[in-house]
């Protein structure tokens, strides 16, 4: 989404569903580095890595310190994505860290009637 000021126009809203390729850590630096002037940034179905999660998380950290520069954003769409525990528990602190859940993101979950299945079949008769 663009948005027009003192005729500049400037992106506000970022939408990034490829599953295709996945965020590795240099792609999620590149987007860190927008925090600063979009609002919005959708990743759902995404593939994130833990590097790229841990650039997230350093760019909010690296905002309190003493000549961060402010994050402008207010929103970090992850839901659908494939996320390790770690990547959740980074999320998870972010959001503690801010006040507010500037990321959205959605644990998968497991079917419990398959969980202790051993069979690759998943029928009913497991």
């Given at each position: ?38 609002h919005k940034i ?76 051993l069979c690759s ?6």
């Open positions: 989404t663009l948005q027009m000021r003192r005729e500049r126009r400037r992106l506000v809203h970022l939408i990034f569903q490829n599953s295709k390729y996945a965020v590795d850590e240099m792609m999620g630096e590149q987007f860190a580095a927008m925090f600063t002037s979009i959708d990743l759902r179905r995404c593939q994130v890595s833990d590097g790229a999660i841990g650039r997230f998380s350093s760019m909010f950290i690296n905002e309190k310190e003493a000549g961060g520069s402010p994050v402008a954003l207010e929103k970090l769409d992850l839901s659908e994505c494939v996320l390790s525990q770690e990547a959740i528990d980074r999320c998870t602190e972010i959001n503690r860290f801010k006040l507010c859940d500037i990321v959205i993101f959605k644990p998968l979950e497991v079917p419990t009637e398959n969980k202790n299945c079949c998943y029928r009913s008769s497991c």
